[in-house]
């Protein structure tokens, strides 16, 4: 179920969310994330095991990892055996093993408009260069991958190719295989080394993504057929992947169908995860094959409320991406009482299932540490800024604002990634006490106290005796009237007066570019399950003031510690000496009270009480080969649920006959009246 249409389907294309639930479930990249375990784990997927590394010089000789002169990392990757396409035209061979649907002109295949019209198709297995293709594809201009200005950074010869692309000259078909990128190299055809620049131990999380899919050089040869592209015959709109379905029908104004892929490679349901997971029905399906069910639906759905009724009819198996958060239906679907969110009565009758998801990801106010008022790194600026923090009461302001969907960020790192901490040793001691086994925040009165040490008593300047009056820049969409009176009615508890500047997106940010703001808000959701991911938000380099560019780090947060630590991370190994360094970064990050407040977003699912196997993945979206649904309860809930109400038909009768039977026993003593009148002549 989606409010709109996915815009691309080419893997080298598209960024949006949506448009990556469909695409993980076709393509394969070489690495993927264990469904189960958290935090996040990688595993092979394209691939038989994890890339080998080597460490080059800038001669090319292998080096320590430790080696100053180390100029480059090289990844060895190695196609697994049993990795095939799904059936497709563009593998499809006459007898002399020629491509069978190759037209000189549009008219000649104009008799195809998709791809099920097509009767003949072939496959083959997944090939190194396959790998190799999609990334040179990556770097082609004309295609415009929104990686490419970053991946250019890492990948040796990507940033030349681009340019050499660039200025070719094309009529149809442009065959990549006939340009080298020297950062790529075709051991045999299982094998391939991508070599990056440095050292930068995250790039094997890009290789969970899915621009680096394979991509048959077949596939997009086929696509680039003479009037292909007028009927939308291309990858852009009907992929062709390894994973474990495959697309076959695609009308995005009404309905997107996967199907399971027959050539799909032997690959098996976990057998380990969580404590719970056999719980929540997760391991009953230990060591079966994938994917368990054989067909996906996904249908658009433009109103909320159709979605919903047909969810509790048991028309859908799924209540869909953020339903229970944010539209009209929550209060229908859920009560907030002492323990959180629990499902209604009436849902919980139907036995559904819900699934909270607090994804890797953090919404927050931040201040300008370049502002006069808020911003500085004296004692006092950070006194000010703590006194602020204590006063914004987050867990209050999720209770009232997201029903308690979210939860209080004590780290700029959230749940599920390493570095983040739970209990007490999570707790940030500047804004909460450890009371009872919880932590609790801070009192107005600390808060009034910190406020006069940083010059402020009462929330009026010490100097001049002028009210402090703070600015928030904020977008016009995500602030309501309840909000700001909320927000100036606990910033008056310390006497601090507060003045809104809504204003849309393209506005808020250039203000943000120019640092011409105070207080903005801003949030960030995981790329990769990487503290480096978040960390970065506060890297000085990253500043847009800095870069003079659309950096992250917002706060214009300038820390030569936090910097060099930073550096250090990017390069270091996951283990304990970069644990040590995670940690001293989030110290600096509190002490310095940075950001007004934060907090973790928690989502909730639903699914109805056929579905299993319904574990949310905060990073990945390649999970519904595990889903499981037991047809027999649909079918039996779907009568039950969906039985006729006959009881109107019956009472309209009734009201029939009330009416009608007075006429007809007047009628009949007409009748006889004049029968017997009739008789006495």
Partial sequence: MSPAPPKHLDPAISYASDENLILSQIYESPLGYHF?????????????????????????????????????????????????????????????GEPLYLFDSASEGSRYSQIPDFPQTGDRRVRANDYAYGIKRMADPELGSPMLSFMAQYIVGMKALTEELAGVERDGWLNLDNFDMAGLEIVDERTLNITIHGRYPQFVYWLAMRFFSPI???ADRFYKNPGFIDRNLTLDWWPVGSGPFMMVRNDPNSEIVLARNPNFRADFFPSEGEPGDRKAGN?????????????????????VLPLWTKFLQGYYDRSGENHGNTNSMFDQAFVVGPDGVEMSPEI???????????????????FNMRDPVVGGYTEEKRKLRRALQIVFNVEEYLAIFRKGNGITAHNIIPPGIAGHLKGEAGMNPYTHEWIDGEPVRRSIEEAKQLLAE???????????????????????????????????????????QIEYRPADWNRTREKLLTGNT????????????????????????EGPLNCKCDGANNSNFENEEYDELFRQVRVTPPGPERDVMVARMVEIFRREAVWLYAFYPKDIYLSNPWVSNTKRHGISKATLKYINIDDDMRQRKRAEWNQPVTWPLYAGALLVAALVLPGITAYRRRQNATARRSDNN
Avoid at 66 to 94: K, N
Avoid at 283 to 303: H, Q, T
Avoid at 462 to 484: C, H, W, Y
Wanted: hydrophobic letters at 35%; proline letters at 9%.
């Fill in 454 to 496: 940083a010059g402020y008593p009462n929330g009026r300047d010490a100097r001049t005796g002028e009210p402090l009056k703070l600015f928030i820049d904020v977008q016009s969409q995500a602030i309501s009237n309840t909000q700001m009176n909320w927000m100036d009615r606990i910033f008056g508890q310390i006497g601090v």
């Fill in 283 to 303: 391991l009953d399906d230990a060591g079966k094959r994938l994917p368990l069910v054989d067909r996906i639906v996904f249908r658009l759905e433009k109103e």
């Fill in 36 to 96: 189960l375990k958290r935090p996040y784990e990688l595993i092979p997927l394209g691939i038989e095991q994890a890339p080998a590394l080597t460490f080059l010089d800038a001669d090319g000789n292998e080096v320590s990892e430790d080696d100053e002169s180390l100029a480059y990392t090289r990844y060895t990757l190695t196609v697994r055996e049993d990795a095939h396409y799904q059936p497709h035209p563009a593998f499809a061979t006459d007898a002399r």
């Fill in 348 to 366: 919980a009758d139907h036995g559904i299932k819900m699934d909270p998801d607090v994804k890797p990801g953090i919404y927050y106010y931040g």
């Fill in 518 to 541: 105070q207080i903005y808000s801003y949030g960030w959701l995981a790329d990769y399950p990487d503290p480096e991911n978040f960390l970065f938000l506060l890297y000085s380099p």
């Fill in 216 to 218: 048959p050089p077949e």
